[in-house]
């Protein structure tokens, strides 16, 4: 059993900064992928950015330049650093982790969700 727990958001006025973290727990192998998602209100849920194999990350056009996703693998951690934060941004942020339970056994895990809210 593997469980996922975010923290880090919050309320932040507009151009302010936070610093969104994922921790997984349980029986983990290894992390494989891993990536941040976010739904705003009535909208759909959208990719914000990944670490892909090989350590490739890859950013949504609207936060390129802002956000940084980063891991560490040692606390089976994933981090998501949110600079220069617009109004536009506020949202639910998902963590989503392909974690190897087993060898030769990858589960795709979602965290329940941070709300970020920004506004003056």
């Known amino acids: 059993q593997v469980q996922l727990v975010e923290s880090g958001g919050g309320l932040v006025q507009p151009g302010g900064s936070l610093r969104l973290s994922c921790a997984a727990s349980?029986?983990?192998?290894?992390?494989?992928?891993v990536a941040w998602y976010r739904q705003a209100p009535g909208k759909e849920r959208e990719l914000v950015a990944n670490?892909?194999?090989?350590?490739?990350?890859n950013y949504a056009d609207s936060v390129k330049g802002r956000f940084t996703i980063s891991r560490d693998n040692a606390k089976n951690t994933v981090y998501l650093q949110m600079n220069s934060l617009k109004p536009e941004d506020t949202a639910l942020y998902f963590c989503?982790?392909?974690?190897?339970?087993?060898?030769?056994?990858?589960?795709?895990?979602w965290g329940k969700g941070t709300l970020v809210t920004v506004s003056s």
């Open positions: 989503n982790l392909d974690i190897k339970v087993i060898a030769g056994l990858i589960v795709n895990y």
């Open positions: 349980g029986s983990i192998f290894s992390i494989n992928a």
């Open positions: 670490i892909r194999s090989g350590n490739s990350t």
